[in-house]
């Protein structure tokens, strides 16, 4: 039997284990797939597991940023994954092992729910009547009185307890996400500080190399969200572009806990941590001013 541990980047637990039973598992942001991712960078249908008895194989669907097994990264053709792989998804680790066999206990005897029936007060005697009564020279025959029927509440054992199983599985979805909502409240907090003192450092770089003529402008933008640098690059005989931005620099939008770096005729390049970002610009920078 194999387990799925869910984690973020930083290896906090997002999902308590769960066993996979044989067949495919499905994972990406969809609410459709049977693990959901919630972040931007997760495609709808990401990649996909599936079990066969000891046999794992994992599959990356055709995601757009792609899936990686310890650090490699992997495409349509399935990967066998080994107890202790991590597979790594956009800001996500799925770690991977078997659970541990289960110790036969011997058999026990079936639960057996008990009803014990509660004393009934006896009823008050009713007097006597005779069965053949006489009133005013008339002889009346009177029935035998009905015998009383007292019912005992029965208990509804499996009303209470589906009603318990269903408060608790409540329960135990809104401290889920309750823990995910404080976790990625937290991750926020900690991308905004970063990010505010990796733009300190580029103040001080800008004032380091800022009159360098080979500089052709660095600039903070007003909301320091963004910082463009500009710089004669004699090996391409033309400029160089260099853009740390809290945004993707070709879709102009913001995801959270990412920062940019942009390159003249390289791809963008993602970060967690914005100060690693802008260490990134200086050895782009170094060279050119050298």
């Known amino acids: 039997m194999w387990q799925l541990i869910v984690k973020n980047s930083r290896g906090q637990v997002l999902r308590e284990p769960v066993s996979l039973a044989t067949g495919t598992v499905n994972i990406g942001r969809g609410l459709e797939c049977d693990i959901v991712l919630d972040s931007k960078l997760v495609s709808r249908l990401h990649a996909s597991l599936h079990v066969d008895g000891s046999q794992l194989l994992f599959r990356d669907e055709g995601s757009a940023n792609g ?64 069965a053949v009564q006489e009133v005013a020279g008339f002889r009346f025959t009177a029935p035998p009185p009905a015998a009383q029927r007292v019912e005992e509440p029965v208990p509804n054992t499996l009303a209470d307890s589906i009603t318990g199983l ?5 329960r135990g979805v809104q401290a889920q996400r309750d823990r995910y909502e404080q976790n990625q409240k937290s991750e926020r907090e900690q991308f905004d500080q970063f990010w505010r003192e990796a733009i300190i450092a580029a103040r001080q770089l800008r004032d380091r190399v800022g009159k360098d003529p080979k500089v052709l402008y660095f600039v903070i933008a007003r909301d320091e969200r963004e910082v463009a640098v500009k710089v004669v690059e004699k090996s391409r005989r033309g400029h160089c572009n260099l853009i740390l931005s809290r945004k993707h620099p070709e879709k102009e939008t913001e995801i959270d806990g990412h920062a940019w770096l942009g390159i003249s005729g390289e791809d963008p390049q993602s970060f967690r941590d914005p100060r690693d970002a802008l260490a990134e610009l200086v050895r782009y920078l170094a060279p050119m001013l050298a």
Do not use: C, H, Y
Not at 166 to 170: E, H, I, N, P, R
């Open 67 to 130: 899936s990686a097994v310890d650090g490699k990264p992997v495409g349509k053709t399935p990967t066998r994954i080994d107890a202790g792989a991590r597979i790594e998804i956009a800001d996500f680790v799925i770690e991977l092992r078997r659970a541990a066999a289960a110790t036969p206990s011997p058999p026990s005897a079936p639960d057996v729910l008990e009803m014990t029936a509660k004393p009934v007060a006896a009823a008050p005697a009713r007097p006597a009547v005779p």
């Open 166 to 170: 269903l408060d608790k599985q409540v």
